[in-house]
């Protein structure tokens, strides 16, 4: 039996090729932490439900030119979820996804001899994730991901931290999720939408 399992090898490949574009490039490393301020979301077969979501990124920036940055890196989303008190079935959801990122951010209008505009766009593609969901009919739990995210943001850079509001889309799968309402068995499916405030940091 092997002892790495796909989604870790899934995730120390994608390491490896951040730790060799490190070698390539005079490439810098970011973490950012997401913070949504208003969340819009539609979980299939979850109605009526409260959401609450978190999420850190760790990116590698490449640079193109003075001002514009390729931007290759790592995002780890977490969420959970419950059906509303009204709900008989009383389901709740726990899931959790590792997305690689591409995208790019520029930075080449000068509010100051020391702060810059940024703004940046990026696409999130999932490479693994996991998912569980439990109520009064059953329980069901995935470990199989697909779907897609997008990512846009605006906001100052000063020296190594910058400070952006953001909008973000994320439309994730968990592939065998499902849950039973009125004895029909629905499949589980994330779609949200959120606006908030991303704070970070270049080393």
């Known amino acids: 039996m092997s002892l790495i399992n796909p989604t870790s090898k899934k995730i120390f490949l994608t390491f490896c090729l951040m730790g060799l574009a490190t070698e390539l490039w005079a490439v810098r490393a970011k973490i950012r932490f997401l913070f949504p301020i208003s969340i819009e979301s539609v979980t299939d077969g979850f109605e009526d439900t409260n959401i609450n979501t978190s999420e850190f990124v760790l990116s590698f920036l490449m ?28 389901y709740t959801g726990v899931f959790r996804a590792h997305l690689l990122e591409l995208g ?18 990026s696409t999130r593609f999932p490479v693994s994730g996991q998912a569980e969901v439990n109520g009064n009919p059953g329980s069901s739990e995935a470990k199989s991901i697909s779907g897609m995210g997008y990512f846009l943001g605006s906001g100052i850079a000063y020296g190594n931290i910058d400070l952006l ?31 908030g405030i991303g704070i970070g940091y270049t080393f």
């Open 104 to 121: 790019a951010g520029y930075t080449g209008v000068e509010l100051t001899r020391t702060i810059s505009m940024l703004i940046e766009a």
């Open 63 to 90: 640079p193109v030119s003075r001002s514009t940055q390729l931007d290759f890196g790592y995002s780890y989303f977490n969420a959970r979820i419950e059906d509303t008190v009204t709900s008989s079935e009383a």
């Open 165 to 195: 509001l953001f909008y973000q889309q994320r439309d994730l799968t968990f592939d065998e999720l499902t849950v039973l309402r009125d004895g029909v068995s629905k499949d589980v499916a994330l779609h949200s939408t959120e606006y």
